[in-house]
């Protein structure tokens, strides 16, 4: 069975894929600090509450994250017998390379995404990620990444505004029941939802203007499902599509003689 590991900023999700669907998937919040057996105590508690028997045969990461990335290939050489695959990295192949500036980096999420998107909506598409920071990622007609945009994400932008104005408290995001808020709380919520619904309709619109062709909008991330409620925001949304993108990568490495 296959171990797939994406870390973001805030959390760290394991997935397990049996061959054919992915049985378990568990979420934990990053921390360079925690160690590989920290890391398999808390994977080995969780699969006996939910009584998996299962054998781990390979392992691939994704992380925006490059301190935990260690810890993270210490637990599956220690407790999984296996070298993982690390998106990104030299030996990790990719379907297709990116194409931007020569020593650009692209941050492996949107590696993955792009694969991800590619394999199941195909080509001509703008996948807008919305983790940490909002991300637009441009996909080609052969799957390729070839840039995209970053925009401050949600929370942080909610987490910004409360701790730079010190009279405006701390809201959680949710679709405001009108535009006109009639209390702070409410006018902080309608100004973060409907200021993201713009933007993402504004640069949507540019990147296919900017590519000359009509451009199929995909949306992941946690708080996809809470703007999906807006019609024609997107063509459609996906909340696995990470997961989805590492076990492609890792099956073609393993076409590709290379795990």
Known sequence: MLLCIDTGNTNTVFSIWDG???IA???ISTDHRRTADEYFVWLRSLMALHRLEVTIGGCIISSTVPRVVFNLRVLCNRYFDTRPLVVGKPDCLLPAAPRVDEGAVVGPDRIVNTWAAFD????DLTVVDFGT???FDVVDT???YVGGVIAPGVNLSLEALHMGAASLPHVDITR?????GTNTVACIQSGVFWGYVGLVREICARIAAERGRAMTIVATGGLAALFDQ???LFHSW?????????RLIHDYNREMGNV
């Open 142 to 144: 052969d799957g390729a």
């Open 133 to 135: 920071a909002t991300t």
């Open 238 to 246: 996906d909340d696995d599509l990470t997961m989805h993108g590492l």
């Open 25 to 27: 998937t568990w979420r």
């Open 20 to 22: 054919t669907q992915f």
């Open 230 to 232: 807006i019609p024609d």
């Open 120 to 123: 199941r909506f195909g080509p």
């Open 176 to 180: 405001p029941a009108q535009v006109i």
